[in-house]
Nanobody, 121 residues
Framework: QVQLVESGGGLVQAGGSLRLSCAAS????????MGWYRQAPGKQRELVAR???????NYADSVKGRFTISRDNAKNTVYLQMNSLKPEDTAVYYC???????????????WGQGTQVTVSS
């Protein structure tokens, strides 16, 4: 079993910054892609940013130039640095990871519990 634990959410004024972290633990052989999604009230969950094990990155258009995703493979951790935050960034942010567990030949996608980010105007 694999667990993802997020941290770093909170309340910030517009224009401010937050850094989210998500650490994976458990029966891990290899972590492939890791990513951040968000879900605002009444809206569908959407991709924010994603990074592969090789370092390829893609961002949602709405966050390009403001958010930066990175990962520390030694710590099985993915980060999301969020700058120039806007009220429309308010949402619950979820991390996910495509994990190949020990003794298997396939990956499963795991999700964190979510962390609230609130940006006040």
């Amino acid at each position: 079993q694999v667990q993802l634990v997020e941290s770093g959410g909170g309340l910030v004024q517009a224009g401010g910054s937050l850094r989210l972290s998500c650490a994976a633990s458990g029966s891990i052989f290899r972590i492939n892609a890791m990513g951040w999604y968000r879900q605002a009230p009444g809206k569908q969950r959407e991709l924010v940013a994603r990074i592969t094990s090789g370092g390829s990155i893609n961002y949602a258009d709405s966050v390009k130039g403001r958010f930066t995703i990175s990962r520390d493979n030694a710590k099985n951790t993915v980060y999301l640095q969020m700058n120039s935050l806007k009220p429309e960034d308010t949402a619950v942010y979820y991390c996910n990871a495509d994990v190949q567990s020990r003794g298997t030949y396939y990956s499963n996608r795991y999700w964190g519990q979510g962390t609230q980010v609130t940006v006040s105007s």
